[in-house]
């Protein structure tokens, strides 16, 4: 089955940094998601990138996606202290199919 | 903003007990969905339902596990008998005809 592993497994950098955390698949998908859990917490939707699309913004947040290399990634600019979470990749096969997580990086920003 | 809510937000109970989880997802979504996150590990899909049935489960989702939308508001996640390692973080789910999905804060489940 397919999986979303992120890397790496823990970040740590300080405020004002940029995060950059990576993602791997092993089938073809139809879309890929980027969510952040605080520690203990639910899981926050950050932003979604198509099959077709390549790269997309939202604020602070930046994400690619390179299906020939089964890869995404996302970056957040200007890191702040509150950033700090796990944040989890999860890819979509097709429409209804589930979603499949990574196990996620932790990211500690420090101020 | 719309939101997914999870009631109870922690639930403690003994190892044979039924238990009983409560979402409801926000109004106008289609699909729902309960996963699990056992502690330090990653989120695990459970089950999918639609139209009022199941439209997939996973192996985790055996006979001790059942969902029901009762009312049209609410979506459960019932577990007959519980087991020591059903001890997780459930979170309900749900999206629209749009791919984006959202999640509830999550109950979580201790089992002693």
């Known amino acids: 089955s397919q999986q979303g592993e992120e890397d790496p497994q823990a970040l740590s950098i300080q405020e004002g940094e940029n995060a950059t955390m990576n993602c791997s698949y092993k089938t073809s998908i139809n879309n890929l998601q980027w969510y952040r859990q605080n520690s203990g917490r639910g899981l926050v939707h950050l932003i979604l990138i198509r099959s077709n699309e390549r790269e997309k913004h939202s604020g602070r947040l930046r994400v690619t996606l390179d299906t020939s290399k089964k890869s995404s990634s996302l970056l957040i600019t200007a890191s702040r202290a509150a950033d700090t979470a796990s944040y989890f990749c999860?890819?979509?096969?097709?429409?209804?199919?589930?979603?499949?997580f990574g196990k996620g990086t932790r990211l500690s920003v420090i101020a | 903003e719309p939101e997914v809510t999870q009631t109870p937000s922690h639930q403690v109970t003994q190892m044979g007990q039924e238990v009983i989880l409560r979402c409801v997802p926000i109004s106008n979504h289609l699909y729902f969905y309960w996963y699990r996150q056992i502690l330090g590990q990653k989120v695990e899909f459970l089950v999918s339902?639609?139209?009022?049935?199941?439209?997939?489960k996973s192996e985790i989702f055996d006979d001790q596990f059942s969902v029901e939308r009762p009312d049209g508001s609410n979506f459960t996640l019932k577990i007959r008998s519980t087991k020591l390692e059903d001890s997780a973080m459930y979170f309900c789910a749900s999206r629209s005809g749009v791919d984006e999905q959202y999640f509830g804060p999550g109950t979580r489940l201790t089992v002693t």
């Open positions: 339902f639609y139209n009022n049935e199941i439209s997939e």
């Open positions: 999860a890819t979509r096969n097709s429409g209804n199919t589930p979603l499949v």
